[in-house]
């Protein structure tokens, strides 16, 4: 196996982890920023340290990702797949950051690979992307809006006779919490799909097998760069998160927060569920705005982030296996 290929297909595995920090950074902090609960600066930071933490808090999202959808490709063709697929991640990352759209980075990789490994000839486990990553991003959002519109609802209820001064103040300094904990659900999930596609690479060059432990330097490399991609923040996403669906007030700020992290932790550890934090999260504003009054939510910026979860991993499948055709043209 050339180590070259396996190098380079481990620094774009990381780059695409870098893109995947800044791209969804805004889904732990854009809300608590929008609150104005966090300065900017420091709501990356938080988020860049915990997202550091989240990596080593599991490895079964990194199981799903490296065994449960694409039959593992051999030799050189095998790791031109895993290189394509990544690349076809990293070009709708980099498209849907440019038009501030919150699409998800997980559904791009996953997309990615479908289309590379189709490109290749290799098989597509199609019961496993089936379980693990079309139900999830059906329901997840479903559960999200629902969930969303439950706890702000139950927030409403309960502080119903408080000081609305006071009990905004006291949100605020609770938002910090709930950013926190969805910024570690964002680790847990995020940096643990790419600790996947590495130990797939390690595989495919013969250096691991599928029954060895992650090892300690995937884990912190994978880590390392998606806090850095956090920390380098992504404005675009953040607009559209924290003020175009809805503008938010810190108690629904902290409900939609506590929303998506409770997701994120449940589909982790439970069902193996590599699930999207964009998703998640943007539902969950949703479901939390709603409860305001319908149209307090403006639907028509909603329906276009609902159009780009919908064409997510088409779009990248189609990237990755035009890539995969080149690198079999130039280099297979």
């Not at 559960?143 to 009990?167: D, E, Q, S």
């Not at 590495?198 to 300690?216: F, K, N």
């Not at 939390?288 to 991993?313: P, Q």
Request: with cysteine.
């Amino acid at each position: 196996m050339d180590t070259f290929a396996l190098v380079v297909t481990i620094l774009v595995a990381l780059f695409f982890t870098y893109t995947n920090g800044f791209h969804d950074s805004a889904n732990a902090i854009a809300t608590s920023v929008s609150t104005r609960a966090l300065t900017p600066r420091a709501a990356l930071a938080m988020a860049a340290v915990m997202n550091l933490a989240g990596a080593f808090l599991g490895n079964e999202v990194a199981k799903t990702v490296s065994e449960g959808l694409i039959e593992t490709p051999e030799g050189s063709k095998g790791m031109g797949i895993l290189f394509a697929a990544l690349v076809g991640a990293i070009v709708w990352n980099l498209v849907t950051w440019y038009f501030g759209l919150p699409s998800s980075s997980s559904h791009a990789l996953f997309g990615g690979l479908v289309g590379a490994a189709l490109a290749g000839g290799s098989e597509v486990l199609w019961n496993g992307v089936l379980d693990k990553v079309v139900i999830p991003m059906f329901l997840s959002p479903v559960v999200g809006l629902i969930i969303g519109y439950l706890v702000m609802t139950a927030i409403m209820w309960i502080f119903r006779r408080a000081n609305p001064h006071k009990t905004k103040r006291g949100f605020r300094i609770a938002q910090t919490v709930s950013a926190a904990g969805m910024a570690l659900g964002h680790g847990l999930q995020d940096a643990q799909k790419t600790m996947g596609i590495v130990v797939m690479a390690l595989v495919i060059s013969g250096h691991q097998t599928y029954g060895d432990p992650i090892p300690v330097w995937v884990k912190i490399a994978c880590a390392l760069m998606l806090s850095l991609g956090t920390y380098a923040g992504g404005w675009r996403i953040m607009r559209t998160l924290g003020r175009k669906i809805i503008e938010l007030d810190p108690p629904q700020g902290f409900a939609a927060e506590t929303t998506g992290a409770a997701i994120m932790f449940t589909t982790a550890y439970l069902f193996k569920a590599p699930v999207s934090t964009t998703h998640v999260i943007t539902s969950a504003i949703m479901g939390v705005g709603a409860t305001k009054r319908v149209n307090a939510v403006r639907w028509g910026v909603a329906k276009n982030i609902v159009l780009g979860w919908f064409i997510t991993m088409p779009a990248a499948a189609i990237v990755a296996a035009c890539a995969y055709g080149i690198v079999n043209l130039l280099f297979l």
